[in-house]
């Protein structure tokens, strides 16, 4: 079942969906490629909303009509093309990282560097190297088909439930079946195991362990430390510790009663698991009943819990406490110089806050507050963004901000350093302040205006039908769009990327 030969037909598929997306991107961009090439400038693309610098010169730039459409490259050099909800393409040259979205999240393409990564439901994929045809890939066509070629260039594939090899899945090496459950074979380092009827029986040998088991009447495992039986699972199982660091005995007859007897720890168990008490060098931990009351002693900590009223856990690098399970949680976590605190009150409100430490002191360096469906707010370094409304249950995920959150993004408020903008409606209205002092503001493709602290005022109406722009002796005024009076000295201008 298994062949050192190319596998043609798995790289080929994911190749085909590779480029099923990028002609896609290429056939919405063709018939709009105007209005990127179109200078801003006044600051306002025609019919568009957003910034005042030429997509010529590199610096951001942005052509936005509602939350459906939008063509943009921001300050961090990324460039996203988005018509929601049906497409999105995000490209960062810089990393060599591309997203394409087409009506996600039915399907997601994501490219690193020679990376390749895709899903397409019902059919998902990767290609370590799209360049070398011999590179380890994979493709699934769920629950039927799956296709691909290894690391060590071992071509494979499969046919659910008739036959097949799969490598790599479910921490298996490599898996073959015939007519499944009838026949599964696996290999996982130098242990091998056959299995006939699945789950009944199975045999696996090797120099890790041997295990026999014709489920659920007898079965036994056995490595150079433990032995493991059961009979008529789950009602008895036995195990045996015999290794350097632990010797002893573990049993169990569900659901009457369990025991554990090493020389490490010492326990018992009533009506399993609901009554229980154990005890080690370290840790106590009684449970009577679980889960409605547990009591830790742990190694470095404690833990309280009456579920599902309250729960208290501290250890020596945190804590974390719920009230009314699952409605109320914290938690706050120290490791090293970092600091994570986190507060939820499900699905309302969440707040995430990082810090780090300054002379034994903590400083807020990131943080996140978002109050269900009202607003979120985000900081981190000399970013913030505010927004509202927020309807996404998750922070910043990538599918979501990318194809629906803009949908609900009627006021946006981002900052960096000492500059902000302000946006309503997607540009409909927009003031704001860039880093170099300079003071803006823009009613949609209607009027925009702009003036600095010794920068006299630049004004556009309905786009350029009329309008000023220019500074001193290059000041201009711009009329019916294509016409000027004057000198223009956009190339002269500064600008903040």
């Known amino acids: 079942m298994q062949s050192n030969g190319h596998c043609a037909g798995a790289w080929g598929l994911s190749g085909f969906f590779r480029v099923l997306a990028l002609a896609g991107a290429a056939f919405c961009l063709a018939p709009l490629a105007w209005a990127g090439t179109t200078p801003a400038t006044n600051g306002v693309s025609p019919a568009a909303s957003e910034t005042h610098v030429s997509a010529f010169a590199g610096k951001p730039w942005r052509f936005r009509l509602g939350p459906v459409f939008e063509w943009s490259h921001d300050r961090r050099g990324v460039d996203e093309f988005a018509l929601r909800p049906l497409f999105s393409r995000a490209s960062d040259d810089a990393q060599h990282e591309h997203y394409t979205d087409v009506i996600w999240p039915w399907s997601s393409f994501h490219e690193r560097e020679k990376y390749f990564d895709w899903w397409a439901f019902p059919a998902f994929g990767k290609d370590e190297n799209v360049d070398a045809p011999l590179s380890r890939h994979t493709l699934w066509l769920l629950p039927i088909y799956c296709e691909g070629r290894t690391r060590a260039g071992h071509n494979f594939a499969a046919v659910f439930p008739?036959?097949?090899?799969?490598?790599?899945?479910?921490?298996?090496?490599?898996?073959?079946?015939?007519?499944?459950?009838?026949?599964?074979?696996?290999?996982?380092?130098?242990?091998?195991?056959?299995?006939?009827?699945?789950?009944?029986?199975?045999?696996?040998?090797?120099?890790?362990?041997?295990?026999?088991?014709?489920?659920?009447?007898?079965?036994?495992?056995?490595?150079?430390?433990?032995?493991?039986?059961?009979?008529?699972?789950?009602?008895?199982?036995?195990?045996?510790?015999?290794?350097?660091?632990?010797?002893?005995?573990?049993?169990?007859?569900?659901?009457?009663?369990?025991?554990?007897?090493?020389?490490?720890?010492?326990?018992?168990?009533?009506?399993?698991?609901?009554?229980?008490?154990?005890?080690?060098?370290?840790?106590?931990?009684?449970?009577?009943?679980?889960?409605?009351?547990?009591?830790?002693?742990?190694?470095?900590?404690?833990?309280?819990?009456?579920?599902?009223?309250?729960?208290?856990?501290?250890?020596?690098?945190?804590?974390?406490?719920?009230?009314?399970?699952?409605?109320?949680?914290?938690?706050?976590?120290?490791?090293?110089?970092?600091?994570?605190?986190?507060?939820?009150?499900?699905?309302?409100?969440?707040?995430?806050?990082?810090?780090?430490?300054?002379?034994?002191?903590?400083?807020?360096?990131?943080?996140?507050?978002?109050?269900?469906?009202?607003?979120?707010?985000?900081?981190?370094?000399?970013?913030?963004?505010?927004?509202?409304?927020?309807?996404?249950?998750?922070?910043?995920?990538?599918?979501?901000?990318?194809?629906?959150?803009?949908?609900?993004?009627?006021?946006?408020?981002?900052?960096?350093?000492?500059?902000?903008?302000?946006?309503?409606?997607?540009?409909?209205?927009?003031?704001?302040?860039?880093?170099?002092?300079?003071?803006?503001?823009?009613?949609?493709?209607?009027?925009?205006?702009?003036?600095?602290?010794?920068a006299s005022l630049e004004w556009s109406f309905l786009s350029g039908l009329i309008g000023r722009e220019g500074q001193g002796d290059h000041a201009c005024t711009r009329w019916l769009w294509f016409f000027h009076s004057g000198q223009s000295a956009d190339e002269n201008r500064k600008q903040c990327q």
Request: charged residues 25%.
């Open 162 to 454: 008739l036959g097949g090899t799969v490598c790599d899945f479910l921490g298996m090496d490599q898996m073959e079946f015939l007519f499944f459950p009838l026949y599964v074979g696996y290999h996982q380092g130098h242990q091998t195991g056959e299995c006939y009827l699945w789950p009944i029986y199975c045999r696996e040998t090797g120099p890790v362990r041997d295990k026999y088991r014709v489920f659920p009447f007898y079965g036994r495992m056995t490595n150079a430390t433990e032995r493991d039986s059961f009979v008529l699972w789950p009602f008895w199982t036995e195990q045996t510790f015999d290794g350097p660091k632990k010797k002893g005995t573990a049993e169990m007859l569900f659901p009457f009663y369990g025991s554990v007897n090493t020389d490490k720890q010492k326990g018992w168990m009533v009506l399993p698991p609901f009554f229980s008490y154990l005890k080690s060098e370290d840790e106590t931990r009684l449970h009577c009943p679980w889960p409605f009351y547990q009591k830790e002693r742990l190694k470095n900590g404690d833990k309280t819990a009456y579920w599902p009223l309250w729960d208290d856990t501290r250890t020596s690098t945190g804590e974390r406490r719920y009230i009314l399970w699952p409605c109320w949680w914290e938690y706050r976590s120290e490791a090293s110089d970092r600091c994570e605190t986190s507060s939820y009150l499900v699905p309302f409100y969440y707040q995430d806050q990082f810090a780090h430490k300054v002379e034994n002191h903590f400083v807020s360096d990131m943080d996140y507050l978002r109050i269900w469906p009202l607003f979120s707010q985000s900081r981190s370094g000399e970013d913030s963004r505010f927004r509202f409304l927020e309807l996404s249950p998750l922070r910043d995920a990538r599918g979501l901000e990318s194809n629906w959150a803009p949908f609900w993004s009627l006021y946006v408020c981002e900052r960096h350093g000492s500059a902000y903008d302000h946006d309503v409606l997607w540009g409909l209205a927009r003031w704001g302040k860039q880093c170099d002092d300079i003071h803006y503001g823009q009613v949609g493709p209607f009027f925009f205006w702009s003036h600095g602290p010794q």
